[in-house]
Nanobody, 119 residues
């Protein structure tokens, strides 16, 4: 089992920056990649970014490319999402997730943290 706890959400204004954190505990060695997803009211869950835990390879969704940066601190078992140039359409609940092996589904999820961007 892997437990995930997100933090760092809140209310910001358009154009501001914000950083989210996701700390993993439990079977932290069973982790191929970690990722961020988001879900706005009335919309489907959207992929934001992911990072492989060993190599640090990153991949971003088109809507955040160039504005968001995903990173991780292996020693702290923590993943980050630096969000710059925030837009009202970035408003959503942000979830972190873990994929234990290549090709597996995202099997573990955090409880989510709300990000609200006012115009």
């Amino acid at each position: 089992q892997v437990q995930l706890v997100e933090s760092g959400g809140g209310l910001v204004q358009a154009g501001d920056s914000q950083r989210l954190s996701c700390t993993a505990s439990g079977r932290t060695t069973s982790r191929y990649a970690m990722g961020w997803f988001r879900q706005a009211p009335g919309k489907e869950r959207e992929f934001v970014a992911r990072i492989t835990w060993s190599g640090g390879n990153t991949f971003y969704g088109d809507s955040v490319k160039g504005r968001f940066t995903i990173s991780r601190d292996n020693a702290k078992n923590t993943m980050y999402l630096q969000m710059n140039s925030l837009k009202p359409e970035d408003t959503a609940v942000y979830y972190c997730a873990v994929k234990t092996v290549l090709g597996a589904p995202w099997g573990y999820w955090g409880q989510g943290t709300q990000v609200t961007v006012s115009s």
